[in-house]
């Protein structure tokens, strides 16, 4: 028996629907793969942060303690009260705490790429980039650009049109349910005795029918009808979906371009704030030890130069976490030919 009518209605469709789906999880497996990336990479900058902050603040404690060298030696001598020595102490302190907890976030960054990247072993990472130089690939084009572009390349959208085209396809299948169902039939019969022979005789006779019946269930037309309709209801819904994921995306292109012009400016202005604070601690440190400035003059120009050189390096870090999400919103971390 063939059946004619399901070929039509009913086979093709039920195929592209169960093509439609492994395509929908394929595009979804690797739109997964690529945001985990993603990820992993902003944790990486994440590390590389802590490993910085330590860095400066160590520095920061270094110019503390020397400076406390210098007070102690003036408290000697009576040229300073024990107060401004006191003052120096809690700075020192204060600083030690900021290099033990950029260190426990250091440590806590290291621990969480071990465990993204599944490495056991117990080997100590190490900066492969100079992340306080501009990068030499970014993310080029206008706002308007990069977002069309992004709706083209993201395997989230292309995921959910491959879904409701399942949906629809699956709805097509089940819907021809309802229809009347046509067959092709054909049968050949070697009997002794052969039933279709009248009267019976005892000996071998072969027969052969071929034709085509059709058949109409009522009881059937209704509940795939039903069922038809909630496949479509589901496929529309997933469009919804797809609509609302698009107006999303537009808005990590935007976020991540807006965060990226402005880690830009950022930089440039976290620079001349250095280099300005550097000068003022040079100038305090050189009053400081002739008897010219005070010591609260001291440790404010101290804190200024630790907040300028953590904003720089903030600054720097935060392009490289831009560029990276700006990357991943446009697409730009799709492979060649992922998209089918």
């Given at each position: 028996?063939?059946p004619?009518?399901?070929?039509v209605?009913?086979?093709?469709?039920?195929?592209?629907?169960?093509q439609?789906?492994r395509r929908?999880?394929?595009?979804?497996?690797?739109?997964?793969?690529l945001?985990?990336?993603?990820?992993?990479?902003?944790?990486?900058?994440?590390?590389?942060?802590?490993l910085?902050?330590?860095a400066?603040a160590?520095?920061?404690?270094?110019r503390t303690?020397?400076?406390?060298?210098?007070?102690?030696?003036?408290?000697?001598?009576g040229?300073i009260?024990k107060?401004d020595?006191m003052?120096l102490?809690?700075?020192?302190?204060?600083?030690e705490?900021?290099?033990?907890?950029?260190?426990?976030?250091r440590?806590l960054?290291?621990?969480?790429?071990q465990?993204?990247?599944g490495?056991?072993?117990?080997?100590?990472?190490?900066?492969?980039?100079?992340?306080?130089v501009?990068a030499?690939?970014?993310?080029?084009?206008?706002?308007d650009?990069?977002?069309t572009?992004a709706?083209?390349?993201?395997l989230?959208?292309?995921?959910l049109?491959?879904t409701?085209r399942?949906?629809?396809?699956g709805?097509?299948?089940?819907?021809a349910?309802?229809?009347?169902?046509l067959?092709a039939?054909?049968?050949?019969?070697?009997?002794n005795?052969?039933?279709r022979?009248?009267p019976?005789?005892?000996?071998?006779?072969s027969t052969w029918?071929?034709?085509l019946?059709?058949?109409?269930?009522v009881?059937e037309a209704?509940?795939?009808?039903?069922a038809?309709?909630?496949?479509?209801?589901?496929?529309?819904?997933?469009?919804?979906?797809?609509?609302?994921?698009?107006?999303a995306?537009r808005?990590?292109v935007?976020?991540a371009?807006?965060d990226?012009?402005?880690?830009?400016v950022?930089?440039?202005?976290?620079q001349?704030?250095?280099?300005?604070?550097?000068?003022?601690?040079r100038?305090?440190?050189?009053l400081y030890?002739?008897g010219?400035?005070?010591?609260t003059e001291?440790?404010?120009?101290e804190?200024?130069?630790?907040n300028?050189?953590l904003a720089?390096l903030?600054?720097?870090?935060?392009?490289?976490?831009?560029?990276?999400r700006l990357?991943?919103?446009?697409?730009?971390?799709?492979?060649?030919g992922?998209?089918g």
């Amino acid at each position: 028996a063939i059946p004619l009518s399901d070929y039509v209605t009913k086979l093709s469709h039920a195929a592209a629907a169960a093509q439609a789906t492994r395509r929908a999880a394929r595009l979804a497996t690797r739109a997964e793969r690529l945001k985990v990336q993603a990820e992993a990479k902003v944790l990486y900058y994440t590390w590389v942060r802590s490993l910085g902050q330590v860095a400066v603040a160590q520095k920061s404690l270094d110019r503390t303690r020397a400076r406390q060298t210098d007070a102690a030696a003036g408290f000697s001598l009576g040229s300073i009260s024990k107060a401004d020595l006191m003052r120096l102490e809690a700075l020192v302190a204060n600083t030690e705490f900021a290099v033990k907890e950029g260190e426990t976030m250091r440590s806590l960054a290291a621990r969480q790429l071990q465990i993204l990247m599944g490495d056991k072993s117990s080997a100590s990472y190490q900066v492969g980039e100079d992340v306080l130089v501009p990068a030499t690939a970014e993310v080029r084009g206008g706002l308007d650009g990069l977002s069309t572009e992004a709706l083209s390349r993201r395997l989230e959208l292309a995921a959910l049109d491959q879904t409701a085209r399942s949906l629809r396809s699956g709805a097509k299948a089940v819907g021809a349910g309802a229809y009347p169902r046509l067959e092709a039939f054909g049968d050949i019969t070697y009997a002794n005795p052969n039933p279709r022979y009248f009267p019976a005789r005892r000996e071998w006779n072969s027969t052969w029918a071929v034709g085509l019946s059709a058949s109409w269930t009522v009881t059937e037309a209704f509940s795939t009808s039903a069922a038809a309709r909630e496949l479509s209801a589901s496929a529309r819904n997933i469009e919804a979906q797809a609509e609302a994921l698009r107006n999303a995306i537009r808005q990590e292109v935007a976020a991540a371009y807006l965060d990226r012009e402005r880690a830009r400016v950022a930089i440039q202005t976290s620079q001349r704030a250095a280099r300005a604070a550097e000068e003022a601690y040079r100038v305090a440190t050189d009053l400081y030890r002739v008897g010219r400035a005070t010591t609260t003059e001291l440790i404010e120009a101290e804190l200024d130069l630790l907040n300028a050189r953590l904003a720089e390096l903030n600054a720097h870090i935060g392009l490289r976490i831009a560029e990276v999400r700006l990357s991943h919103a446009v697409g730009r971390d799709v492979p060649a030919g992922a998209g089918g």
